[in-house]
């Protein structure tokens, strides 16, 4: 017995100093804040995420991919939401078009499901993308989405697919989370 | 470089009502034009989040909801979404109900609502080719700015950058509800319990307070909420349910 | 002389074994090649490493300075300890596997202990990780503990039976505190400690439809899915298969049941290959007699003779409906073994020489460990009467054929005699060595206990005192 006393409290113990390692600040907060100078993509976004950016990509087609600069986070290999609007004809631009980007980060939140980050884009004093650094995705659900994508069971409705057409916009539900306003309530303030 | 510059109208998005409000004007107007048009919606956005927030008690809502303003004494706004909330109600058998918290809270038919004046205005202003997108409710009319029909994707229930379903058209309106984390549920009403079964519901209509409404109260309903839906005459609809079976009617605008 | 209550009880009140010792190892068999701590060493650190390797996905998972809230801390740690105690409970699950090598390596006493230990740090650890996941949770979500219970009961899939899980854990693990499980009827207590293969199964799901670091399809998850897997393998391999093979090869039958004193038996089991079953004296067997009255139930016996490639002999006392039924076993009838395991063995040794010390019936053992010890043993056999001593025929032999010293100390635990031998300076006068030479004891829990003691205080250090077990 005295010896599962020794490895609870190790446990405990070894418990607490990774919670302590890991709640004292860190690395997480260097990357953010980087003003990058660049033109102002017009063509801003929500959080909604989509589309293939070769798409419909106006002439200079190879600008298409990269509105703003890749993120400096880890989460780079997630597709920054990018959205080609027009066909090449190039016809008047109703917004100024020089002033710089900014990509503020707000503070990880932590909820239940994970943890929660936001980073904005801003251009001026305007928010022109909102992207969900790190969500917590569906749990079991990815299974499913993952185990049934590209197929189809004629017994009950078809499989879930994924499309990424060019979008102009997206229908889903908002992101309500509590850590997710938190996040970015925070990357605003940092911001403004 | 930067060509994507060159495209007619303008576009903004704001953070009012605690999610993102993106406006899409596709309009080849003036710039000084469209920018008060924009100023003018996201002016209406704010006013109504002034006015109808339930989490800022000076709220026209919140003193509704307190006792502190009567019903006569209401805004026409006020009187018109407590009308069509309880028409809803009705329409909704229960399952859409703005006392469902316990207190007044109409936000699931305000946001689309709102949206929905502001695109009204719009077209009555002149700018008939516009999207509207009040944290995933989802207004359109005319062309988008390339021209084309707007094509409007359907949130993925697993992967939020992912469309699962594009719709097109001129003139819809687009409301998803759905529970995307785990754990997060949608309360039916009746049964003061979690709804389960349907992950994600989306309901195309032409006006987008009812159309969300509809959304919400289907996914409140679970899986028999597919029932339901295909009743509607004047709605069409998609539905994803838990197992990542995908349901739509067969008139619902789909594009590849 | 301390000797003057101690007195060779040669006499005899049951009918004599038919075999006799004599008959039963014409050769003295060569003390068999030394076993020692590595193999248990070698599995410690193995487990340690796993421990590592599991809290491993939730350190890499997690930003640094991400846990600014208490609630996110609580919650963290909630995590960790969630993940620790499912590790745990893999590995107190796959110490109950009883796969050979594993009761080869760590033998039946450390098994034991190991078992006892680990169960009290997973039910702790389960506990905390319950707990601490509810105050996290409910400070994030704003709402009192109580609420919170209700919230994942309802809500989360799989929770229900998470918590069912939990509950059966605690009823396991305070079933076998003790004092109250000498208060439960065995077969009670052996009925709740089966459950716990129901918390194995309860306990899965919610880790891979909740947990932070599982539920995403990838490298983590598949290692834990396989984790289980392997225990899950390793379980029916130990219980399953080996036993299948060992039956099935060397087909035990009893051969003739034998009285050894009034309330003493012996059972002879014959069987095929018997020359090439690997055998140690002083390891058990769990045996299954398999008649109508008999064969539900499995108890573990050592075998009292070491392995002469003709029969096997166990032991035993009657005590109890069960043991009674022993006497009237036919010859003939199919017994089904699972075994042989332990490391109560003169294998396990790590002196040159030893000091044996049996009490009642827990001679039987040592009687099979004596032949292959090397010369220059000593024997302490505590008896409360004459007619207690077992097997003293064949013990009287071995002691002259092994060069033996074999004391039989008969009487009340309190009687001065005895009381004087089992103290240190009794042992250290008796055994003048024995701080240098490994103790093997069986016996009742008071003897063993006093033993221990008085053993610890005379010098001999821990490791080098054996004791033989059979509660698993």
């Known amino acids: 017995m005295r010896r599962a006393l020794l490895a609870i409290t190790g446990l405990a113990a070894s418990t607490t100093a990774l919670v302590v390692f890991k709640g004292s600040p860190g ?125 189809y069971d004629g017994g009950g409705g078809e499989v879930v697919q994924k499309q990424n057409a060019n979008l102009n916009t997206v229908s889903g539900a908002t992101e309500t989370s509590n850590s997710y306003k938190q996040s970015l309530r925070s990357a605003i303030e940092q911001a403004f | 470089m930067r060509a994507t510059l060159t495209r007619p109208g303008l576009c903004r998005v704001e953070q009012i009502m605690g999610t993102a409000i993106t406006l899409d004007l596709a309009d080849d107007l003036p710039p000084a034009t469209l920018r008060e048009l924009a100023d003018e919606v996201f002016a209406w956005m704010r006013e109504v989040d002034a006015r109808f927030s339930t989490y800022q008690p000076d709220s026209e809502v919140c003193r509704f909801d307190r006792g502190e303003v009567l019903l006569s004494e209401a805004s026409a706004d006020l009187r018109y979404v407590l009308e069509t909330c309880a028409d809803l109600w009705g329409a909704t058998d229960g399952f859409f109900d703005a006392y469902a918290t316990g207190r007044l809270d109409p936000s699931g038919f305000v946001k689309g609502w709102a949206a929905q004046v502001a695109s009204d205005r719009l077209v009555a202003a002149g700018a008939v080719n516009h999207c509207v997108n009040a944290g995933g409710d989802v207004r359109v009319r005319g062309l988008s700015p390339s021209g084309e029909p707007w094509r409007i994707g359907i949130r993925h229930p697993w992967d939020a950058m992912a469309a699962c379903l594009v719709l097109s058209g001129t003139d819809l309106a687009v409301a998803t509800s759905g529970v995307y984390e785990r754990g997060r549920h949608v309360l039916d009403p009746r049964r003061g319990a979690p709804a389960s079964g349907l992950r994600s519901v989306t309901v195309v209509g032409t006006d987008l307070g009812v159309a969300d409404a509809y959304a919400t109260a289907a996914l409140a309903m679970g899986t028999p909420g597919l029932n339901w839906l295909a009743r509607l005459d004047d709605h069409t609809h998609a539905a994803i349910t838990d197992n990542a079976r995908q349901y739509h009617s067969v008139n619902l605008p789909l594009t590849d | ?382 008896a409360r009467t004459p007619a207690d001593v077992l097997l003293s025929r064949e013990l009287d032999w071995l002691a002259q054929e092994r060069e033996t010293s074999v004391w039989y100390v008969i009487g009340s635990r309190d009687d001065p005699g005895p009381r004087q031998l089992m103290s240190p300076d009794g042992l250290r006068q008796l055994v003048p060595d024995v701080a240098r030479r490994d103790v093997y004891l069986c016996g009742p829990p008071g003897l063993v206990e006093q033993s221990v003691r008085a053993l610890r205080r005379a010098g001999v250090p821990r490791r080098q005192i054996h004791l033989a077990t059979f509660e698993l």
């Not at chain 3, 396991?172 to 194995?200: D, K, N, T």
Request: charged share 15%; hydrophobic share 40%; proline share 7%.
């Open chain 3, 1 to 382: 002389m301390t000797h003057s209550h101690t007195h060779a009880a040669g006499r005899r009140t049951g009918t004599s074994s038919r075999h006799g010792g004599r008959s039963a190892a014409p050769v003295p068999p060569q003390s068999p090649a030394r076993r020692g701590p590595g193999g248990r060493r070698l599995l410690g650190v193995l487990l340690l490493v796993g421990l590592l390797a599991s809290v491993l996905p939730w350190w890499l998972g997690t930003p640094a300075g991400s846990l600014r809230s208490t609630a996110a801390t609580v919650t963290a740690a909630g995590r960790i300890s969630g993940l620790i105690a499912g590790y745990l409970l893999l590995v107190q699950v796959l110490m109950m596997s009883r796969l050979p090598v594993l009761e080869r390596w760590i033998g039946g006493e450390h098994m034991a202990r190991w078992h006892r230990d680990i169960g009290a740090t997973l039910l702790v650890t389960v506990l905390a990780h319950m707990s601490l996941i509810l105050v996290g949770y409910a400070d994030l979500r704003n709402q009192s503990i109580f609420a919170e219970v209700g919230t994942l009961l309802g809500d989360y899939e799989d929770m229900v039976s998470a918590f069912v899980a939990t509950g059966i854990m605690m009823l396991v693990g305070f079933s076998s505190v003790r004092a109250i499980r000498r208060a439960l009827p065995y077969e009670l207590w052996h009925l709740l400690h089966l459950s716990s293969y129901l918390i194995l199964l309860l306990g899965f799901g919610h880790q891979f439809t909740h947990g932070a670091q599982l539920y995403k399809p990838g490298p983590v998850r598949t290692g834990w899915i396989a984790l289980y897997l392997l225990v899950i393998a390793a379980l029916l391999w130990g219980r399953v298969i080996a036993p299948l093979a060992f039956n099935l090869r060397y087909k035990l039958r009893v051969a003739d049941v034998v009285a050894e004193s009034t309330d003493t038996i012996s059972i002879y089991l014959t069987g095929e290959r018997l020359g090439r079953l690997a055998m140690l004296g002083g390891q058990h067997f769990r045996w299954r007699f398999l008649t109508r009255g008999c064969w539900w139930q499995s108890h573990p016996f050592s075998v009292s003779a070491a392995a002469n490639g003709r029969w096997l002999r166990v032991t035993v006392k009657v005590v109890g409906t069960h043991t009674a039924d022993l006497r009237d076993l036919d010859p003939g009838t199919r017994v089904w073994a699972e075994g042989p395991s332990g490391t109560f063995t003169a294998a396990h040794r790590l002196r040159e020489r030893a000091l044996l010390i049996a009490g009642g019936s827990g001679i039987t053992p040592i009687r099979a460990m004596l032949e292959e010890l090397p010369p220059g043993a000593a024997l302490i056999y505590r």
């Open chain 1, 27 to 151: 690395t997480t907060q260097v990357a953010q804040n980087l003003p990058t100078a660049q033109p102002v993509n017009p063509t801003p976004q929500d959080v909604e995420p989509s589309a293939d950016p070769s798409g419909v990509a106006p002439k200079p087609s190879k600008t298409g991919d990269a509105p703003t600069s890749p993120k400096p986070t880890k989460s780079t290999a997630r597709p920054s939401g990018t959205r080609t609007t027009t066909k090449a004809a190039p016809r008047t631009t109703t917004k100024a078009p020089q002033s710089t980007t900014r990509r503020v980060t707000g503070n990880g939140f932590e909820n239940e499901y994970g943890y929660v980050q936001v980073q904005i884009v801003v251009s001026g004093n305007r928010i022109v993308e909102a992207v969900a650094l790190s969500l917590p995705s569906g749990g079991e659900s990815d299974i499913h989405s993952g185990d049934v994508r590209n197929r």
